[in-house]
């Protein structure tokens, strides 16, 4: 796609002035114009978010309801293999949608609310998403909402702060939300996140998002943090993210995300590429994602991985890690390669460097349970 | 010693008889952000003219540092090597990558002056 191209098709989240007014450069980001970061830089803004409380707009990824009752949405189990009847009202359940293949087309977290299902979805994937959803639910009961912003606030505060700005959301446990009121306006507030930190994501309508935000940072404590400190705290919480460490070629299994999917779903093998999952269930994958931690050295996103000169994988994500103090990466390495603590070397700008498979998370999650 | 000289990679050059300090512009540390790491090119190397001399990475990504004039390497600036933030803080000064022998001084007349650099800036934005 050329710049000009590129320029006509890129959409604004209800906060894009916000953003600009508070400094944020702002980058083509699946489809959006998003805040890469802010003046402060992705370093400070990282180290905000693990001692404090930063506001993130997710609003460029999708939101998506399924209306009815469990009849309803019962089908997309088919697609999304968790045990949607033994979810509990409210709750949230990370999950995959998968293809024939056994490759994972969206990493994404389905909520059971009043009147159905809500499901959040990775913005470059949604629209792809929603075709594959409609597949095997009445695309009549489902809506991906364009009027709702998403605001994420993250960090050890972010449960002080809000509660004072929502009473209740305290007793919130971690991937459960509820209904709650701003202004007088319905809100969904869910104890969730991708940072590693406790912390909350809002569903609020586009007309409320920017005085949502100006509440909340008039709180000391808040600050507004870009996608470059989201991608580096999700890496060091060990999260992946998809079209990077997940794709639709990969299988849950391969991707060490089997808890993602239903033990039911598993036994069962009754969704999209469950051959696949379950042949590998039984006799294993080849390769397998893993945690790297270089000795010294960045390595980024498509370094290949080596180990007695044979290559055996690739780096899928890589980069600094501000509260870890170095390096770290995750990637997919033959399996035989894979246990915790094998030592291995990156090649980076042509040479190779020392590493060790590590065990994710990087830094110590202090999610509420 | 002669005012630094501006290369359009956004290095910049100060040459001091036949050594040549060389180091990345306050503009290109702001366009990369926090810096956490730097590869400096060991003593003895030597470079032409653009030649691919370090390495510098932000957060974001990691950046090649050109070195704009040819010549052997003297001596490295290992401070930023344990502390990459050095660059940040001071890039026209102690956050300096390395220093060369030149072996042609008349190449620091086709780099830009400080005026000429700000306009390319300017230009270029």
Known sequence: ?369 | MADKKYSKKHEWVELDGDIATIGITKHATEQLGDIVFTEVPDAGKAFEAGGEAAVVESVKAASDVYSPISGEVTENNQAIVSDPSLVNQDPEGNGWFFKVKVTNADQINELMTKDEYDKFLTESA
């Open chain 1, 1 to 369: 796609m050329n710049e000009a191209a590129t320029k006509i098709t890129e959409l604004k989240t209800a906060l894009y002035s916000f953003h600009v007014e508070h400094g944020g450069k702002m980058v083509p980001f699946a489809g959006y114009q998003m805040p890469v970061q802010y003046p402060e830089g992705i370093v400070k803004e990282h180290q905000h978010v693990r001692n404090a409380a930063g506001i993130f707009d997710v609003s460029h990824m999708g939101q998506f309801s399924i209306y009815g009752t469990e009849l309803d949405y019962l089908p997309l189990e088919k697609i999304v293999p968790i045990d949607l009847k033994s979810l509990k009202l409210n709750q949230s359940k990370y999950s995959v949608l998968m293809n024939k293949e056994g490759g994972i087309d969206d990493d994404l977290i389905v909520t059971k609310v009043e009147g159905g299902l809500n499901i959040v979805l990775n913005a470059a994937c949604k629209h792809h998403d929603v075709s594959r959803i409609h597949e095997v639910i009445d695309a009549g009961k489902t809506k991906l909402h364009d009027d709702l912003s998403l605001i994420a606030l993250q960090g050890p505060k972010a449960v002080e702060i809000l509660n004072g700005l929502i009473p209740g959301v305290q007793d919130l446990v971690f991937m459960n939300g509820a209904s709650f009121k701003f202004k007088g306006t319905d809100i969904y507030v869910t104890r969730s996140g991708y940072t590693g930190e406790d912390g909350f994501e809002v569903s609020i309508h586009n007309s409320l998002a920017e005085e949502f935000c100006k509440t909340l940072l008039n709180n000391n404590n808040v600050k507004m943090i870009g996608l470059g400190a989201r991608d580096s705290l999700r890496l060091e919480a060990g999260l992946c993210l998809y079209g990077h460490d997940l794709d639709n070629k990969t299988s849950p299994i391969e991707a060490s995300l089997s808890w993602a999917l239903s033990k039911k779903n598993k036994e069962e093998g009754n969704f999209l590429g469950s051959e696949v999952v379950g042949e590998q269930i039984k006799n294993g994958v080849s390769k397998k994602r893993v945690g790297i931690k270089p000795e010294k050295i960045i390595a980024r996103e498509g370094s290949k991985i080596f180990k007695d000169n044979k290559e055996i994988g690739v780096v899928t994500s890589g980069g600094f890690g501000p509260s870890v103090g170095g390096p770290v990466a995750m990637g997919y390495v033959l399996k035989e390669f894979s246990n915790e603590g094998e030592s291995l070397e990156l090649e980076v700008r042509g040479k190779r460097h020392g590493a060790v498979v590590y065990k994710m998370p990087f830094y110590k999650k202090s999610y509420v349970k």
